[in-house]
């Protein structure tokens, strides 16, 4: 599974959405899904963002809204109950199996996200 983090505020993470669509579009019908879950606090924004359809990643934020927390402090492996109060972003996380196998800080490079995810198919 692919798991991007991003709000609507960071223009990296909005930048690099067409290019995460098309890795996604490449890998349809593979054993790979993607997810988005943003840290965005203004619940409204973020609905009238996904209803834009910018994103094709299934966005797991608004029906995870009571879980967000936890679901961050598992990807960056920290107690679930852990108060997180600051999130760089945009991050990218491929995870197999239930445990996150790697972390991409910063803007995903297309090749190196490629790359990983068919290392492990």
């Not at 991007?4 to 349809?28: G, S």
């Not at 988005?36 to 606090?41: A, G």
């Not at 934020?61 to 107690?79: E, G, R, S, V, W």
């Not at 996150?100 to 995810?117: C, D, F, N, S, W």
Request: proline residues 2%; hydrophobic residues 40%.
């Amino acid at each position: 599974m692919c798991i991007n983090i991003w709000t609507i505020w960071c223009l990296l993470c909005v930048e690099e959405m067409p290019e995460l669509n098309k890795i996604k579009a490449e890998f349809e019908g593979k054993n790979v899904q993607f997810a988005s879950l943003s840290v965005d606090t203004d619940s409204a924004k973020l609905q009238k963002f996904i209803d834009s359809k910018k994103f094709h990643f299934e966005d797991l934020t608004l029906k995870n809204i009571k879980y967000k927390n936890a679901i961050l402090n598992f990807l960056d492996k920290k107690p679930l109950n852990f108060e997180n109060t600051t999130q760089a972003i945009p991050l990218t996380y491929l995870v197999k199996n239930g445990k996150v196998i790697h972390k991409i800080e910063g803007g995903t490079y297309a090749t190196e996200l490629r790359k990983l995810i068919n290392d492990n198919l």
